[in-house]
């Protein structure tokens, strides 16, 4: 049989970054190949940071860009841009995601059974993309739970509940094992058509498994594994089965900065003032400079930041056919000084509101703004 690939797709973000230094220094037995999808319109940042991750890891990071941009020698974004007839990308239009991003990965990854390494910290509740090709494996080492819902599901499901229990009975014996035994006979009662409803007692009955043993409940599902396709269903062990960590924003920060590589220069606040009232802007995502994803905030960091930039991402837009990268306003209104001003109030509004609510309603940390690379699928699986 093929080798089971271990991947780690390198975003430019914080995340991915940190999730490529984090496996590195846990589990350095695992041989992970690391691959960058280069839109060509990303930030200089970006590169730093990629050149730095080479020098820590090292290891070469692959560059993977479309066959027909790399046949023509063009700009994989131009490339497309011209092929899509000038109709930009957008949230109902991402043709951006599934020409630079999704093939390039799948023509990278072929028919080879490949575990992909995906850096969903434990503080997000987000699955993130899953591919639908039976040869890839998403793990997720930053949460306490480091499997995909599509393994979850299948390994909890009503009818597995004998089997699971037999599984268990290899690590548990009395009332330990009968504890455990009570919690998996409890019957996964779905409602049709509510997505939200089934994944919300999917994860419940998932949660009171863990909370007998994270390490425990990653052994048995390892073991269940073995009589899958699944590609870890080749490998003798795995090293992140006995990890219990879970990882949050800040943790994701503190790796960046203690491993010298450091935070991508667009994540670090920069103040401004307006109105006589302090506020605190940057970048909050990786990928495209131009990314339809980003907040009006963003655009404001990057007109004020990076205003070739700016001024390269408006050159795109064509006003007059609709084509603009913000649905009902284009940069050109952006970026007059009254509406800045008025985008900044509301941004300082909204941040104060988000941080009264977190401070009355969680002691978890709730991000303001967050990265959501997965956004633009630039993590992957």
Partial sequence: MTKTRHLIGISGGKDSAALALYLNDTCPELDVTYYFCDTGKELDETYELISGLEVYLGKKITHLKPVDAVKTDE?????????????????????????????????????????????????????????????????????????????????????????????????????????????????????????????????????????????????????WLKNTSYPLAQEVDFPLLDNEESLNRDDIFRILRNSGVGVPEYYEKIKFEVNGQEGEYSRSRSGCYFCFFQQKIEWVWLYEQHPSLFASAQEYEKVDEGFTWNQHESLEDLKDPRRIEQIKMDYITKTNRKKEYAKNNSNKLLDIVDDGENDCIACFT
């Fill in 75 to 223: 700009n994989p974004f131009d490339h497309f841009y011209k092929a899509y007839n000038g109709y930009l990308p957008s949230s109902v239009a991402r043709w951006c995601t599934k020409q630079m991003k999704l093939d390039p990965f799948e023509k990278f990854v072929g028919d080879d059974p490949v575990v992909s390494y995906v850096g969903i910290r434990g503080d997000e509740d987000r699955e993130g993309y899953i591919s639908k090709k039976p040869n890839i494996q998403s793990i997720f080492p930053f949460r306490k739970n480091i499997w995909s819902e599509d393994v979850v599901k299948k390994i909890l499901t009503n009818e597995n509940t004998e089997h699971l229990t037999e599984l268990y009975s290899n690590y548990l014996n009395g009332r330990d094992l009968d504890r455990v035994a009570k919690i998996i006979d409890q019957s996964l009662n779905y409602e049709e058509r509510n997505a939200q409803q089934n994944r919300r007692v999917l994860l419940e009955k998932q949660s009171l498994l863990l909370d007998r043993g994270v390490a425990l409940y990653n052994h048995v599902t390892f073991d």
